[in-house]
């Protein structure tokens, strides 16, 4: 008969069931007590060229970097929505939709204090709509979040323009304060401003401060003649001392003082908190378009925000009452077509190589296959 045989002496096996427990307990506590250096993980050093490559590479993300990316499209603008899903398959990227808002039907209690008596529905609801994408990023654990309008385009090559965008913040010059060591780790574009404009229109820095800009080299500009046609723009970087030949190869960023149009834009947390307050809570939509409102808080200094000159982002015209919901009841619409569209202050568009990258000729191509000339 076994020795230590359960049957008949079961307090044994506990006892030596509690010793072999104890020996691994005790043997894994000294194991790990002499741990060489070697098996340690080197912490990383967020002044790094190392480590800020590494979190300017966020820029090639499905977000660009940021924590999430919206859109804003009215419910029936469907044909919007498939061209932005579309677009965003083609570059590799996510957007969520955040439904426009019909202004006729918000509640007069819900309208901001100091709104025009005479607002029109369409421009209160496109403010709504904004506040609501801010409301958005306050109810989630992010940090950032970009928005885009429906009508939006980007040069192909975003991805590459936003990642010299973030090593240029995280080295910038234009910060009132050192970064923490949060942004440092975790944010490709810093946090220290409330608003950063990548999609407006009209550009112009603080005019007390003309020397507070940031430049850089970028091989994606669009060049001279690609943005002869907006004078802001020029003269905000004429402003900071470029010359001709330098706005053919350089990038800008600067305070923002005056822009106009929000077709792309990135909010911080406290950014979306300071914009509910002033124009939601206190109710100091003066203007009534949220751009201009945003506009005139910069200029009075309380926003805070940077602008890149030129924008990475654009709007896409396709001419006519379809660039547009304010449509009256009744009104003709009508325009010249997505294929006839145009992007201005952009290199080259996403959307022109979107339609070029799905062109399909496949009957012709298995001709090609089986030796066959081609039909005409």
């Excluded at 960023?253 to 307050?277: C, F, H, V, W």
């Amino acid at each position: 008969m076994p020795l230590y045989s359960s049957r008949h002496h079961p307090a044994r096996l506990l006892v030596l069931l509690i010793i072999i427990i104890f020996s691994v307990s005790t043997l894994s506590y000294f194991a790990a007590s002499f741990v060489g250096p070697s098996d340690v993980d080197h912490p990383i050093d967020p002044l790094s060229e190392e480590h800020q490559a590494a979190l300017a590479k966020h820029a090639h993300n499905a977000s660009l970097g940021f924590s999430e990316i919206v859109y804003i499209s009215m419910p029936g603008r469907t044909d919007r929505q498939d061209a932005m899903n579309i677009l965003a398959w083609f570059s590799g990227i996510t957007l969520k939709l955040v439904p426009g808002v019909d202004g006729t039907v918000m509640p007069l209690k819900a309208i901001p204090d100091s709104a025009p008596k005479d607002i029109a529905p369409s421009v209160l609801g496109c403010f709504r709509a904004h506040a609501n994408a801010w409301q958005y990023l306050l109810q989630t654990g992010m940090d950032t979040l970009l928005i885009f309008e429906d009508d939006i385009d980007w040069d192909p090559n975003i991805k590459d323009i936003m990642e010299r965008l973030s090593l240029q913040m995280q080295n910038s010059k234009l910060r009132q304060h050192p970064p923490s060591d949060y942004e440092r780790k975790n944010a490709p574009y810093g946090l220290d401003w409330d608003v950063l404009y990548v999609g407006s229109y009209k550009h112009g820095g603080n005019p007390d401060l003309k020397d507070v800009v940031q430049t850089w080299e970028d091989p994606d500009v669009p060049g001279l003649k690609g943005i002869r046609g907006n004078g802001g723009i020029l003269s905000a970087l004429r402003m900071a001392g470029l010359s001709d030949s330098e706005l053919e190869k350089k990038r800008m960023l600067m305070p923002s003082y005056r822009t106009e149009k929000n077709t792309a834009y990135a909010i911080t947390r406290q950014g979306a908190a300071r914009l509910l307050l002033l124009l939601s809570y206190i109710g100091d939509l003066k203007a009534g378009d949220v751009d201009q409102d945003m506009t005139r808080l910069f200029i009075e200094g309380r926003l805070k925000g940077y602008t890149l000159t030129p924008p990475a982002f654009t709007q896409f015209k396709v001419g006519g009452s379809k660039d547009s919901d304010n449509v009256k009841v009744g009104e003709t619409v009508h325009g010249k077509g997505n294929l006839k569209g145009q992007s201005l202050y952009i290199k080259d568009s996403a959307r022109r190589l979107m339609v070029e990258s799905l062109k399909l000729d496949n009957w012709n191509d298995y001709k090609k296959i089986a030796g066959l000339p081609k039909a005409n």
